[in-house]
């Protein structure tokens, strides 16, 4: 279930914790203004100026420009004025550089530029990541479920959140598995104005490592957690 799964991941990409402990390559950037202007800076060279009403279009071609950037490895979404997702791709994708900036010039007084990094979250396993990253896979099923005497049929969707690093040790994974249990566990979500009747946490799986061969070593764990929406 596509929007499910970006129901997922957004919930799960946004919370601040989650991006502490893994720090992915896309940022949302948001401007409190009505006028002025703003920089971005990325690996210590900073944009030329950027209007607070700026599309995607031209916030992405300020940062094409940096000697830092290049074409083909960002890409800028959002609405004029944004706020903007940033997402650092091709051989930006992985680099850990983070992504800063200055609203000093946007106006009135008092108007911000905050940019908030995401969590590494996607939605398929790669074979050799070269970061810490979450993932997870859908396991599908369906079936009936008995209650107050009658039979209520709902739609199951069954995840496996696993977590991936070639870095970080066994504490970050225990504490974003940790997360994940805060997150999800009895939450609800609500996908196509659909209110799911909750999130559950089916089973914990356990955590091994192991060698891609060049002598890193890779750590991970996870757990599954079922979504169930009423008729």
Do not use: H
Not at 3 to 9: G, I, P, R, Y
Not at 171 to 185: C, F, G, K, N, Q
Not at 204 to 210: L, V
Request: net charge negative.
């Amino acid at each position: 279930m596509i929007v499910l799964e970006q129901t997922l991941m957004s919930l799960l990409s946004t919370d601040t914790t989650l991006a502490t402990l893994l720090p992915g390559n896309a940022y949302l950037a948001t401007v409190t203004a009505t006028g002025g202007t703003f920089t971005l800076t990325f690996n210590a060279v900073t944009t030329a100026a950027i209007a607070e009403a700026a599309t995607a279009v031209t916030v992405q071609a300020a940062l094409v420009a940096l000697s830092t950037v290049g074409t083909g490895n960002v890409v800028v979404t959002g609405n004029a004025g944004g706020p903007w997702t940033v997402t650092f791709i091709g051989t930006l994708a992985n680099t850990g550089l983070a992504l800063s900036g200055s609203g000093a010039l946007l106006t009135p007084g008092g108007s911000t530029l905050v940019i908030a990094q995401r969590a590494a979250v996607y939605n398929t396993v790669a074979v050799k990541p070269p970061a810490s990253y979450l993932t997870f896979a859908l396991i599908p099923g369906k079936g009936p479920e008995y209650a107050f005497g009658g039979v209520v049929a709902y739609e199951e969707f069954r995840y496996q959140m696993t977590c991936t690093t070639q870095g970080p040790g066994r504490a970050t994974i225990a504490a974003v598995l940790d997360r994940l249990d805060a997150l999800l566990s009895g939450a609800t979500l609500v996908v196509s104005g659909r209110t799911c009747w909750g999130v559950e946490k089916a089973s914990d799986n356990p955590g091994e490592s192991g060698y891609d061969g060049a002598g890193a070593l890779w750590q991970w764990g996870g757990a599954d957690y079922v979504v169930s929406f009423g008729d």
